[in-house]
């Protein structure tokens, strides 16, 4: 199990990816999970701005799980979201649904349940804290906000769902990052003893390659 949390556009997932690549282990997204809650609320009329309401919802969604490709992929009967989870609106209010505790619970549950498909890297905020605070590789991703903002600008620029200026994403990254840095429950940190890496001016070989020499000398080995 390899555990990786930061902030947005950080570079989370295309290191976990890359590194789940060369070892061969399976990429969880845990962020899409709450995107999921904040998709289906959305969809049946919950206020993700209520925490009440959303705490009495949570328990109603069903999320499908199945491995494909590198990675586990979630389905909401029988429909994967896709792109539908990266629209402004989700991010605007994936926070304040990640922030309600019955949430929390509910990924958590989901996260630890993937154990059953083998070995995981699993991305996210809380991932190296609350859910597998136990990995023996626990690595921790940061970034400026402007690298971060101008990463996540030109992502949605490349999945054609861009409308936002460079600032506007970056001011929506600094309040997600104040919201899940101060949340009661599981908040973003850095663990004890997990690794840090700024990513701000390292090339993503250079991120994959620093994730890989931190690994415990035995995984080393299944770099292929």
Not at 29 to 41: F, K, P, V
Not at 136 to 156: G, I, K, N, T, W
Not at 200 to 210: F, G, I, N, Q
Request: aromatic share 6%; glycine share 8%; net charge neutral.
């Amino acid at each position: 199990m390899i555990a990786l949390d930061g902030p947005s556009g950080a570079g989370k997932s295309s290191v976990a990816r890359r590194v789940g690549g060369l070892l061969g282990f399976l990429h969880v997204d845990s962020g899409a999970l709450y995107r999921i809650m904040t998709w289906q609320c959305l969809l049946h009329g919950v206020d993700p701005a209520d925490p009440e309401a959303v705490a009495a919802f949570a328990p109603t969604v069903q999320v499908e799980c199945a491995v494909r490709q590198g990675a586990v992929a979630f389905f909401v009967e029988g429909r994967e979201p896709g792109d539908a989870l990266r629209t402004p609106e989700i991010n605007r209010y994936a926070s304040p649904v990640a922030a309600v505790k019955a949430v929390r619970d509910r990924v958590t549950a989901w996260l630890r349940g993937l154990t059953r498909f083998g070995d995981l890297i699993v991305e996210g905020r809380d991932i190296t804290t609350a859910v597998f605070p136990g990995s023996p590789a626990r690595f921790y991703l940061v970034a400026s906000a402007e690298a971060r903002a101008e990463r996540r600008r030109l992502e949605e620029v490349a999945k054609g769902i861009a409308d936002q200026t460079a600032e506007e994403v970056r001011r929506s990254l600094l309040a997600r990052d104040a919201i899940d840095s101060t949340r009661q429950h599981a908040p973003l940190r850095k663990a004890d003893g997990a690794v840090e890496i700024d990513s701000t001016h390292l090339t993503l070989d250079e991120v994959v390659r620093a994730v890989v020499d931190a690994l415990p000398e035995g995984w080393r080995g299944r770099v292929v």
